[in-house]
């Protein structure tokens, strides 16, 4: 890998173009930056996801690109090329996606990387975005936090997914669909146990709202109200003293010498060894060290 500096407003010595990522509202139309206008205004190509919900939006802010262009998931490997071509060839982009951020969760992020590899400056045009909006509006803690996406939609993939997140003691985010919620929400409680979560739904429009509880709670809510629009999906991590329970719960009958060879016959160095066992055992490397010789 080499190390690659972009100085996103200096002077180009070339006509080649650049790539902007437009946020744009999430629901409510307000949201829109003027940042955001401006840079829809100015550029020569607008990429969209939806090419007809990003009509809508143009319209409402009385913009007219030159060129209004399709780029999706299932045309992607075809329109991310040509799109590259035309910024090399001195035009700006505009990527869009039907609301939020571009390429979180959409195929943007592949466009991002063949305009990085062609050495195209890529510049961020800040704007709403629904998980974070959820996240600082929940309750839950903020310090840390894990965005998930889309979970998989196959049992065992997302049995996969979600017992990795198991491991994280910050908040966990995940996007969605008003069909797929209550399924979503039994998986979890199976896997993570009857954790406080929070749904929020239809986030800056006129229906706005969250429902927060418990896992089972938020099941029955479900059953009794049942859903409507995209979800974010917010669940509180494991807590610190649950994950020191657990990590005391294995090893407490072992030696300290047996607790490192446990760790060497993992495949661990000595050294490695030594460390991790100071770490489930609160310890100081030096003090297992010092036990040691």
Not at 140 to 158: A, C, N, Y
Not at 169 to 177: P, R, W
Not at 199 to 225: N, P, V
Request: aromatic share 8%; glycine share 6%.
């Amino acid at each position: 890998m080499t190390l690659h500096i972009q100085k996103s407003y200096a002077e180009q010595s070339n006509d080649v173009g650049k790539l902007y990522l437009v946020g744009t509202p999430i629901g409510n139309l307000d949201d829109m930056t003027f940042r955001a206008i401006k840079t829809l205004q100015s550029c020569d190509i607008i990429a969209a996801e939806d090419t007809r919900q990003t009509r809508k939006l143009l319209t409402h802010f009385e913009i007219t690109p030159s060129m209004l262009f399709s780029y999706h998931e299932h045309n992607k490997a075809a329109s991310g090329p040509e799109l590259i071509r035309y910024i090399i060839e001195g035009k700006n982009l505009a990527l869009v996606s039907d609301a939020g951020l571009p390429a979180i969760s959409d195929p943007g992020s592949d466009l991002v990387k063949l305009a990085l590899e062609a050495g195209i400056t890529v510049i961020p045009i800040p704007g709403a975005n629904a998980a974070l909006s959820a996240l600082i509006v929940s309750g839950l803690p903020t310090e840390r936090f894990t965005f998930g996406g889309f979970l998989p939609r196959e049992k065992k993939d997302m049995r996969k997914v979600m017992e990795a997140f198991n491991e994280s003691n910050g908040t966990l985010l995940f996007y969605e669909s008003p069909h797929r919620i209550r399924k979503t929400l039994a998986y979890l409680e199976e896997i993570l146990g009857d954790r406080s979560i929070v749904m929020a739904r239809e986030l800056t429009k006129r229906h706005e709202e969250f429902a927060r509880g418990s896992i089972q709670e938020c099941i029955e809510w479900l059953d009794e109200h049942p859903p409507l629009g995209e979800y974010c999906l917010l669940v509180e991590g494991i807590r610190e003293e649950e994950r020191k329970a657990e990590r005391e719960a294995w090893w407490q009958l072992l030696s300290l010498e047996d607790h490192v060879s446990h760790y060497e016959n993992e495949g661990l160095s000595r050294k490695d060894a030594m460390k991790k066992t100071a770490t489930d055992r609160g310890l100081t490397k030096r003090d297992v060290y010092n036990a040691l010789i």
